[in-house]
Each structure stands twice: as C-alpha cells, then as structure tokens.
C-alpha cells in the first residue's frame, strides 16, 4: 500500500515562501493523480489543489490561485506544494493524498505538515 | 463554484444509537460524492466514494445514499470507535470542494 510522508513545514513571515514535499512509497506513483488538502487550526478540512499523474494537467481553489504551484516528479516519487506570497491565513496544517482511481475521492493522506504563517 | 453544507454541525448519540448526517451541494453533482472520517490530530480517512461505495476495509455499518444535490452518510448502529468529525466532499468538478463538518460527540 502506498505511503505518503509530508515535509517543509515550518514558521515564514507574511509574504514569505515554502516548498512542501510530499514523498510516496512504492512503484506506481506516477499512475495516479495526488491532491493537497489544508485544514486550519480548529477549522474543517480546505482543498487547496489537485494534479494528474502524468503532472500534465493542475488545479487549484480559488484562495491559493497565483500564488501555490503544486508540481510532481515521478522519477523521484515526489509531489511537491510551492507557496508564495503567504498569508496568515494560509496558517494550517497541510495534507497531501492520493487520489482513488478516478474519482477524485482522497483514499490515502500523509501524517500532515504544518506551515504557520506569522510575523 | 460549487458550495457543500453538511448537517448538523453537531450530534450528540449514544452507542448503538443510527446516525444520519445531511450533505447538500449548490449544484447537481450527480454521484460525485466522498464522505471522510477523522479523529483529533489525525489525517481524515476516506469511508465512503461515489456517493454509496464503501472503501476497502471500512465497517458494513457505515453507508452512504443520494445523488444530484442532497446526500446522506447513515452509521447504522454507532460504536465507540465512530466518536469523531466526519465531512463529505464533492468531487465532481473543480474546484473541489468540503463541507463543513458534522462532529458526533458521546451522549
């Protein structure tokens, strides 16, 4: 079964950057699509963006638009979250997943990393 | 976009006790339905997809109903276990979306 283990988080000031890992296990990582989901201290679940496997094709909501890039390299197993121009509320703790077949359901997610973003 | 609303945000049962929690999306989303449980500081976990297909290794208890805009995540007889948030999340157009959560708490 695939395992999906977050890094990067950290403190950054507003308007800072991260790039947030997410590495899988296993053979087949570029067979299927992977998301980001965030979930705010104290709040419910946030989707921040989704790609497909091959990386061809991305998507993003709304809030982190022109801001997050997510990308992938299947060579190393590796899907990446880059954040730019961070906000406070931005401030959350950041799951990747992988999606089930096509579905767009979330039926593996990593531990978590968190990103606080403040001054 | 489309804007998912669960409901209660809040229930208080008993074990053994039939659970039922509401989701309503803005707009029809046919199928394209996922329901998640998650506990404090853990990673939610995926029960329920295409509105009534139960993920490999959950209890027969949970189910899931509906289709268009209105669904249903029923927990037939409630254990112990099943004390924690659960979400529904559309997954049929992007960008995708959760509710806001449905908290079941012990009675």
């Known amino acids: ?119 | 976009d489309i804007q998912m609303t669960q409901s209660p945000s809040s229930v208080s049962a008993s074990v053994g006790d039939r659970v039922t929690i509401t989701c309503r999306a803005s707009q029809g989303i046919n199928s394209w339905l996922a329901w998640y449980q998650q506990k404090p500081g853990k990673a939610p976990k995926l029960l329920i997809y295409a509105a009534s297909s139960l993920h490999s290794g959950v209890p027969s208890r949970f189910s899931g109903s509906g289709s268009g805009t209105d669904f249903t995540l029923t927990i037939s007889s409630l254990q112990p276990e099943d004390f924690a948030t659960y979400y529904c999340q559309q997954t049929n157009s992007f960008p995708l979306a959760f509710g806001g959560g449905t908290k079941v708490e012990i009675k």
């Open chain 1, 1 to 119: 079964e695939v395992q999906l283990l977050e890094s990067g988080g950290g403190l950054v000031q507003p308007g800072g950057s991260l790039r947030l890992s997410c590495a899988a296990s296993g053979s087949t990582f570029s067979s299927y699509d992977m998301s980001w989901a965030r979930q705010a201290p104290g709040k419910g679940l946030e989707w921040v963006s989704a790609i497909s496997g091959s990386g061809g094709s991305t998507y993003y909501a709304d809030s982190v638009k022109g801001r997050f890039t997510i990308s992938r390299d299947n060579s190393k197993n590796t899907l990446y979250l880059q954040m730019n121009s961070l906000r406070a509320e931005d401030t959350a703790v950041y799951y990747c997943a992988k999606v089930l077949l096509t579905t767009w359901g979330l039926d593996v997610w990593g531990q978590g990393t968190t990103v606080t973003v403040s001054s």
